[in-house]
């Protein structure tokens, strides 16, 4: 029995014994689960596999929620490039132009709105982080260095 | 009993309530985002400065919930569900004043006594942890983990497999010990030598996933003006009549506020719910709540900030944080190099005393924010979601960045635990087990290899000392009550 329960603990391979540990938990609770759940299923006289059904609400918002992943992506991928000010002024904008639909796209009032918002919230929080600070923040193309200040706007 | 105190904290922890009472105010965003959306100004504060700001946010958080439950029915976060039981009927007899000033004075006091039980328990909790070796430390984790199960409602399985697979990303770095990487990709070494970091696993999780699901129902406000009911005052707030015969209410709700904070894992929605029931049971007629009397809306109020004092008693004593925004506060620790844990109270004093004296600040400025410019307060409830939500996505991809000094990495990891986050919500595996899990899962790991270790790999040591039994029995208890409790919510479900 006490041999059993004994782990050789080794220095060079003890990095893989709680992740096994914790792979084995897994699976075997896994198997349970999935046992449990199909026999809860057989007994409704449900079918063992729904079809796929599609994992979004009804009527989902297409445009917002595949336009909110592809402008995020796309944010992060130009924040290092252009400089983190000048991309997230951009991308606030265009984030609240997206959300708020397609009915508002020539509401110049909203879009006056949204420039505002983008301008004042970006750049406060730009300054007293980066600059005031100190902070590391994405830079890129647009990031001003003043050496002789000490001061970066990024 | 010296603390930190001053104008700038003042300023400052006033700053963190308004924020966090506007977070709480707006459905859709929590008091657990606040705290992690602000967590980066921190970066340049001193640790007590970050307290002042954080508990602010914390307690604002959880205080502005109850606007939006009482003005429209709908809570501004989940722990004020109950609290639209009974004050939004006493909104729609016009009585929204009186609702709204009763849940704020039921707020503060419930806050005033979590705070006591906080002072009082947590240096015994600690007094009695430090004799903790790596066995029982580990036991701890497990138990931590076991009610979280326990309170994943009729998915206790599925909690439990959740937590587990946040321990396993957990583990996704370079072994301290023996510098060797596991489940890491080749090209990805660089970055995740020490695995994924806590914020953006966080943010992504909570606000990310959020913002996501705010999308696909189109980021439409859930209400128009004409829905919410103008602060009307036809019947005005009286203390004395108001709270007359409620000091049952008010402690039991308090305690059983902070006593679920204390529990690792149960968020401030359980408590409001347990609450609520109990004052339901308790009391003389039951028939009546849920039509509008202040008894109910005090129960759920007092309870939910009762577990702000609560949900800081294991995270200081025990370095286990007792819901998800303590978990957030976890990290401000990490970052100043402070270690919260069985010893923290005596190796920092200073900072101690600081953390009391913080909750009691914010806790009436919190009173005295909402209280009295009320009026002003309900307007919260109209900033449009897709103004704010942009806005908090800069902050979060910025605090990102800081994480470890800019690293572009842990930005897209908050963009990959944010889909995480979305899918774990729609596959209904419950978020916060897997985010505990996350947390908790080196620890786990550590005290396990330092308890077998010393013991040449023999098992047999974590049921060897005494104090290990009783930690045993309570996860034995605490899994039971998961498996009876799991039945009992299947059957509800089953007869729904």
């Given amino acids: 029995m006490a041999e059993f329960l004994r782990i050789r603990v080794v220095h060079s391979t003890q990095h893989k014994i709680f992740p096994t ?29 729904l079809k796929p059904k599609s994992i979004f609400v009804e009527n989902y918002d297409k445009l917002k929620f595949w336009g909110c992943i592809a402008l995020m992506v796309a944010y992060f991928s130009l924040l290092d490039v252009i400089g983190f000010t000048v991309t997230s002024i951009l991308f606030v904008y265009l984030f609240n132009t997206l959300f708020g639909g397609l009915d508002r796209l020539k509401d110049k009032k909203y879009h006056l709105n949204s420039i505002i918002i983008s301008l004042v919230s970006v750049i406060s929080i730009s300054l007293l982080f980066g600059t005031v600070f100190d902070i590391t923040l994405p830079d890129g193309i647009c990031t001003i260095w003043i050496k002789s200040l000490g001061i970066t706007i990024f | 009993m010296p603390f930190a105190f001053g104008m700038e904290y003042l300023a400052v922890a006033f700053l963190g309530v308004v924020i966090g009472i506007i977070f709480g105010a707006i459905p859709g965003m929590t008091a657990t985002m606040a705290v992690a959306v602000f967590l980066p100004l921190t970066y340049a504060y001193s640790m007590e400065m970050a307290l002042y700001l954080l508990l602010g946010l914390y307690v604002g958080g959880i205080s502005g919930g109850l606007v939006p439950a009482i003005l429209i029915n709908i809570p501004g976060t989940p722990s004020s569900v109950c609290t639209t039981f009974d ?86 770095n370079q072994f301290p010990v023996n510098n060797t990487f596991r489940m890491v990709p080749k090209f990805l070494q660089s970055e995740m030598q020490g695995g994924f970091q806590l914020f953006p696993v966080l943010i992504g999780l909570f606000a990310i ?3 996501f699901e705010e999308c696909e129902k189109g980021m439409r406000a859930k209400y128009s003006k004409e829905d919410a009911y103008e602060v009307s005052r036809l019947k005005g707030f009286k203390l004395t009549r108001d709270f007359k015969g409620q000091g049952v209410n008010v402690i039991r709700s308090a305690l059983i506020g902070t006593f679920a904070g204390i529990l690792p894992g149960v968020g401030g929605s359980a408590a409001s719910i347990l609450a609520y029931s109990q004052a339901k049971s308790w009391s003389k ?38 819901d998800s925004t303590t978990a957030i506060l ?31 600040v914010c806790n009436v400025i919190m009173f005295l924010v909402m209280f009295f410019p009320i009026k002003l307060v309900s307007k919260i409830i109209f900033i449009p979601q897709e103004r704010l939500y942009p806005v908090v996505l800069m902050m979060c991809t910025l605090g990102a ?21 979305y899918l774990l919500k729609k596959f209904h595996f419950p978020v916060s087990c897997f985010l505990i899990g996350f947390i908790l899962g080196r620890d786990l790991e550590n005290y396990f290899i330092q308890a077998i270790a010393a013991q040449g790999g023999s098992l047999i040591v974590f049921f060897t000392r005494p104090m290990s039994w009783i930690i045993w029995a309570l996860i034995a208890v605490s899994i039971v009550y998961a498996i009876l409790d799991n039945r009992k919510s299947k059957r509800v479900a089953i007869s729904k």
């Avoid at chain 2, 970052?335 to 953390?355: A, D, E, H, K, Y």
């Fill in chain 1, 21 to 49: 540990i914790t792979i084995w938990i897994l699976v075997i609770l896994g198997i349970i689960i999935l046992l449990l759940e199909g026999r809860a299923k057989a007994k409704a006289g449900k079918p063992l596999f």
């Fill in chain 2, 87 to 172: 004050g939004h009927p006493m909104a729609l007899r016009g009585e929204s004043e009186r609702a709204l000033k009763i849940g704020i004075t039921a707020s503060f006091i419930g806050g005033l006594i979590s705070l006591g039980v906080l002072a009082v328990f947590t240096p015994v909790l600690a007094r009695w942890a430090i004799k903790f070796s790596a066995v029982e430390k580990f036991l701890i984790i497990l138990f931590a983990m076991t009610v979280i199960a326990a309170l994943s409602q009729g998915q206790m399985l599925r909690g439990i497999w959740i937590g587990m697979v946040g321990v396993l990303i957990s583990l996704m």
């Fill in chain 2, 209 to 211: 996933s959020q913002m």
């Fill in chain 2, 330 to 360: 976890i990290g401000a620790f990490m970052l100043q190099g402070i270690q919260v844990g069985p010893l923290f109270i005596s190796s920092r004093p200073f900072i101690w005393n600081t953390v009391l004296m913080a909750m009691l």
């Fill in chain 2, 401 to 421: 960045y800081a994480t470890l000094n800019g690293r572009m990495f842990d930005v897209w990891a908050l963009l990959l635990f944010g889909i995480v986050g």
């Fill in chain 2, 285 to 322: 007629h039951p028939e009546l709540l849920g039509t509008g009397v202040p008894e109910g809306l005090i129960a759920s109020e007092t309870s939910n900030n009762g577990l702000t004092g609560g949900a800081l008693v294991p995270l200081l004593s025990l370095g286990i944080p007792g």
